[in-house]
T-cell receptor, first 114, second 114 residues
Framework: NAGVTQTPKFRVLKTGQSMTLLCAQD?????MYWYRQDPGMGLRLIHY???????AKGEVPDGYNVSRLKKQNFLLGLESAAPSQTSVYFC?????????????FGSGTRLTVV | AQSVTQPDIHITVSEGASLELRCNYS??????LFWYVQSPGQGLQLLLK??????LVQGIKGFEAEFKRSQSSFNLRKPSVHWSDAAEYFC????????????FGSGTRLSIRP
């Protein structure tokens, strides 16, 4: 019963490097989300997906790209990392479009860009 | 657009004392309201949620919250806190539309005094 799994858990990047964060869920959820968490700012939505093959922009999408080629996976890419992208990234999933389903969260990826 | 405010950044209470964490929301229609808890190094876990019906909602770990439409509030309460309740607590509001996006507050960090 893994739920939502994020890899890696920690990563240090140099400015300008690229990387991909992987989110995998085994609950057959339709919706998936990427948030970033910064001190004093709560969680801000980066991108989300309402189903396999679909993606949409959230509140803070600049500098990130996403893909949802398989229903169970949602990838977050940083093409050219910047220090402003130092953050903790959380992936979440939900069963469907009804808000009352709530979200299941992964344990996060702590990214530092130097 | 919906928004949520948690006016208290950090609260310290003594073990065994009662707790109330404040949450105010802004939304034009009846909101979907959530409280999540985040233990250090972990993802967010759903404590409770409100969509309709009884305005006093019971959650896990002995928490409850009361929806007050007149005050646009959804405060979280616990009659007697335990040291294990030390964590960060997030209030969140979601729209009843099909977008299924939830907006999070900036969080309240709870410390427990022995």
């Amino acid at each position: 019963n893994a739920g939502v799994t994020q890899t890696p858990k920690f990563r240090v990047l140099k400015t300008g490097q690229s990387m991909t964060l992987l989110c995998a869920q085994d609950m057959n959820h339709e919706y998936m989300y990427w948030y970033r968490q910064d001190p004093g700012m709560g969680l801000r939505l980066i991108h989300y997906s309402v189903g396999e093959g679909t993606t949409a922009k959230g509140e803070v999408p600049d500098g990130y790209n996403v893909s949802r080629l398989k229903k169970q996976n949602f990838l977050l890419g940083l093409e050219s990392a910047a220090p402003s992208q130092t953050s903790v990234y959380f992936c979440a999933s939900s069963r469907g479009q009804r808000t009352n389903y709530g979200y299941t969260f992964g344990s996060g990826t702590r990214l530092t860009v130097v | 657009a919906q928004s949520v405010t948690q006016p208290d950044i950090h609260i310290t209470v003594s073990e065994g004392a009662s707790l109330e964490l404040r949450c105010n929301y802004s939304y034009g229609a009846t909101p979907y309201l959530f409280w999540y808890v985040q233990s250090p190094g972990q993802g967010l876990q759903l404590l409770l949620k409100y969509f309709s019906g009884d305005t006093l909602v019971q959650g896990i770990k002995g928490f409850e919250a009361e929806f007050k439409r007149s005050q646009s509030s959804f405060n979280l309460r616990k009659p007697s806190v335990h040291w294990s309740d030390a964590a960060e607590y997030f209030c969140a509001v979601g729209a009843s539309s099909s977008a299924s996006k939830i907006i999070f507050g900036s969080g309240t960090r709870l410390s427990i005094r022995p």
